[in-house]
């Protein structure tokens, strides 16, 4: 009933930039907090940022100052500059969402599908 679909990965060099992008879309009412999350190879997945509807942003301590959260509400989509990259930013990155369906009352958390990020020279 929800869609989440990624865009923005790629290959880049150390200290470069990159910006990933996360819509959602389907039988929406209204959308939460959103986030990102990454897991590298033979590592769990780990949370790199939250934003919540009004905009407050939550960061992991690896990525702050670096990456910057933000949302665009009308668009349902959350975005994720990632500036000044290292090689340990290297993993497939996860966009979710704590959505209210219309006619539900409940919350789900949908994810999308994943892009690959890779920081290499």
């Known amino acids: 009933q929800v869609h989440m679909v990624e865009s923005g990965g790629g290959l880049v060099q150390p200290g470069g930039s990159l910006r990933l992008s996360c819509a959602a879309s389907?039988?929406?009412?209204?959308?939460?907090?959103m986030g990102w999350y990454r897991q590298a190879p033979g590592k769990q997945r780990e949370l790199v940022a939250t934003i919540t509807k009004s905009g407050s942003a939550n960061y992991a301590g690896s990525v702050k100052g670096r990456f910057t959260i933000s949302r665009d509400n009308a668009k349902n989509t959350v975005y994720l500059q990632m500036n000044s990259l290292k090689p340990e930013d290297t993993a497939v990155y996860y966009c979710n969402a704590g959505v209210q369906l219309l006619g539900v009352p409940s919350e789900y958390v949908y994810w999308g599908q994943g892009t690959q990020v890779t920081v290499s020279s």
């Open positions: 389907g039988s929406i009412f209204s959308i939460n907090a």
